[in-house]
């Protein structure tokens, strides 16, 4: 017998939840604020609940993607929670989810918070690699892995309820900054007669071929050296940003997302750690 579930949230990405649950036979409730977007569930196996708080009751396993942390409160806040097992997947900062964990364990229930990594296509599809960020209550992880692990992968990353949230930015964030590179270069290529298709394939395996070097910085960062073994300076590296810079001029290519990365390698060069690679930079960022 699977485990049942409660859902609270229908949205593009608590619809995907609920469909692989009930494609996997997990029993389901769900509630919406929009009852029409429970319609079509309900004529795929799951129960609808009138409110929140009859949901709530429906299951000991109580799952919320909502918009934002702020709807979380405003649909819990009527609900008796007393010995649920509460997994929050809503987006929010790491403060919102300890927060939120706190008001969660004042009334009674265990907080297990999750930071999604995929889109509504990628859940209840293994192959598409896609996986949720857990933290908080490890007992409750233990408890349901089985039924979390239908929707998406799972990664527990430790008991502050804070962690999954930071993580999931953590990892976005670098996402952000790589597309933010991706941008410069096809805009260094934009009036020029190449193919964006033909340059996709390069820059793809570049970034792929760049990437471990995450491995070499996290070294670094441990042993606080960042001057061993260092194939590419920072002086040297310095030295180079100009010809960055001329070429985005010369292309008609504003500077601006470059920029700011060269400003904090220029600040690091000139306090000192020229023979260094990048990681000094990191330092610079953390106050
Ligand atoms: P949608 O905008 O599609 O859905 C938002 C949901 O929140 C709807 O069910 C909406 O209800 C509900 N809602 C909003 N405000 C309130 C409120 N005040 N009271 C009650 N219900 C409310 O968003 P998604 O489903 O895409 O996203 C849900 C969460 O999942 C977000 O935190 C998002 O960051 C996260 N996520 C989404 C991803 C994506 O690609 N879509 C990827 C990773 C994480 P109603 O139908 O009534 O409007």
């Given at each position: 017998?699977?485990?049942?579930?409660?859902?609270?949230?229908?949205g593009?990405m608590?619809?995907?939840?609920?469909r692989?649950?009930?494609?996997?036979?997990?029993?389901?409730?769900?509630?919406?604020r929009?009852?029409?977007?429970?319609?079509?569930?309900a004529?795929?196996?799951?129960?609808?609940?009138?409110?929140?708080?009859a949901?709530?009751?429906?299951?000991?396993?109580?799952?919320?993607?909502?918009?934002?942390?702020?709807?979380?409160?405003e649909?819990?806040?009527?609900?008796?929670?007393?010995?649920?097992?509460?997994?929050?997947?809503?987006?929010?900062?790491?403060?919102?989810?300890?927060?939120?964990?706190?008001?969660?364990?004042?009334?009674?229930?265990r907080?297990?918070?999750?930071?999604?990594?995929?889109?509504?296509?990628?859940?209840?599809?293994?192959?598409?690699?896609?996986?949720?960020?857990?933290?908080?209550?490890?007992?409750?992880f233990?408890?349901?892995?089985?039924?979390?692990?239908v929707?998406?992968?799972?990664?527990?990353v430790?008991?502050d309820?804070?962690?999954?949230?930071?993580?999931d930015?953590?990892?976005l964030?670098?996402?952000?900054?790589?597309?933010a590179?991706?941008?410069?270069?096809?805009?260094?290529?934009?009036?020029?007669?190449?193919?964006?298709?033909?340059?996709?394939?390069?820059?793809?395996?570049?970034?792929?071929?760049?990437?471990?070097?995450?491995?070499?910085?996290?070294?670094?960062?441990?042993?606080?050296?960042?001057?061993?073994?260092?194939?590419?300076?920072?002086?040297?590296?310095?030295?180079?940003?100009?010809?960055?810079?001329?070429?985005a001029?010369?292309?008609?290519?504003?500077?601006?997302?470059?920029?700011?990365y060269?400003?904090?390698?220029?600040?690091?060069?000139?306090?000192?750690?020229?023979?260094?690679?990048?990681?000094?930079?990191?330092?610079?960022?953390?106050?």
């Amino acid at each position: 017998e699977k485990t049942p579930v409660t859902l609270l949230g229908l949205g593009a990405m608590g619809t995907a939840l609920a469909r692989a649950w009930l494609a996997a036979g997990h029993p389901l409730t769900v509630w919406n604020r929009t009852p029409a977007r429970a319609a079509a569930l309900a004529t795929e196996g799951a129960r609808v609940a009138d409110t929140p708080a009859a949901a709530v009751a429906a299951n000991g396993l109580v799952v919320v993607c909502l918009l934002d942390d702020a709807s979380v409160a405003e649909v819990l806040s009527g609900t008796d929670l007393a010995d649920r097992d509460l997994v929050d997947l809503t987006t929010g900062t790491p403060a919102e989810a300890r927060a939120r964990a706190r008001w969660v364990r004042e009334r009674g229930a265990r907080y297990l918070d999750g930071g999604i990594m995929a889109v509504p296509p990628m859940i209840g599809v293994p192959q598409a690699g896609g996986y949720v960020f857990y933290s908080g209550s490890h007992e409750l992880f233990e408890r349901h892995r089985e039924t979390l692990a239908v929707p998406a992968g799972t990664t527990y990353v430790g008991e502050d309820a804070g962690f999954a949230a930071l993580h999931d930015v953590a990892l976005l964030s670098a996402m952000y900054g790589m597309f933010a590179g991706a941008a410069h270069a096809f805009a260094l290529i934009r009036k020029e007669d190449i193919d964006p298709a033909a340059l996709a394939p390069l820059l793809a395996d570049w970034l792929v071929a760049m990437a471990p070097a995450v491995h070499q910085t996290a070294d670094r960062l441990r042993s606080g050296d960042y001057t061993k073994n260092v194939v590419s300076h920072l002086a040297m590296q310095v030295a180079g940003t100009p010809t960055f810079l001329r070429t985005a001029e010369q292309q008609g290519v504003s500077p601006e997302l470059l920029s700011p990365y060269f400003e904090l390698m220029r600040r690091r060069l000139a306090e000192g750690g020229g023979a260094e690679d990048l990681t000094g930079v990191i330092d610079l960022l953390v106050h």
